[in-house]
């Protein structure tokens, strides 16, 4: 069974940062594609960030390019999002999500066959 396990959510003020992680367990990691994924109240399940197998390809949203990195250490199993320059409308359940998917779409939500349980990002204005 393929689990991911998101950390590193928080409180931070506006202009801050915050490092999430996300590790995988139950598949051979550099199988699949990761992304970040978030979900603010009332709001859509937005796509923040995404990575290749091997994290030789990065992709991010217009609303945080430039603030967001994505990265992986597949001799860990664990994909992190590098925030920077928070904003209060970054505020969000941050979500970690897998696929086995070959197509160019890191922005599609069914690409991501595994998803884990998110961890919340506050930020203070």
């Known amino acids: 069974q393929v689990q991911l396990v998101e950390s590193g959510g928080g409180l931070v003020q506006a202009g801050g940062s915050l490092r999430l992680s996300c590790t995988v367990s139950?598949?051979?990691?550099?199988?699949?594609?990761m992304g970040w994924w978030r979900q603010a109240p009332g709001k859509e399940r937005e796509f923040v960030a995404g990575?290749?197998?091997?994290?030789?390809?990065?992709t991010t949203a217009d609303s945080v390019k430039g603030r967001f990195t994505i990265s992986r250490d597949n001799t860990k199993d664990t994909v992190a999002l590098h925030m920077n320059s928070l904003r209060p409308e970054d505020t969000a359940v941050y979500y970690c999500?897998?696929?086995?998917?070959?197509?160019?779409?890191?922005?599609?939500?069914?690409?991501?066959?595994?998803w884990g349980q998110g961890t919340q990002v506050t930020v203070s204005s």
């Open positions: 999500a897998a696929g086995a998917f070959y197509s160019a779409d890191y922005a599609d939500p069914p690409m991501y066959a595994y």
């Open positions: 139950g598949r051979t990691f550099s199988t699949l594609r």
């Open positions: 990575i290749s197998r091997n994290g030789g390809f990065t």
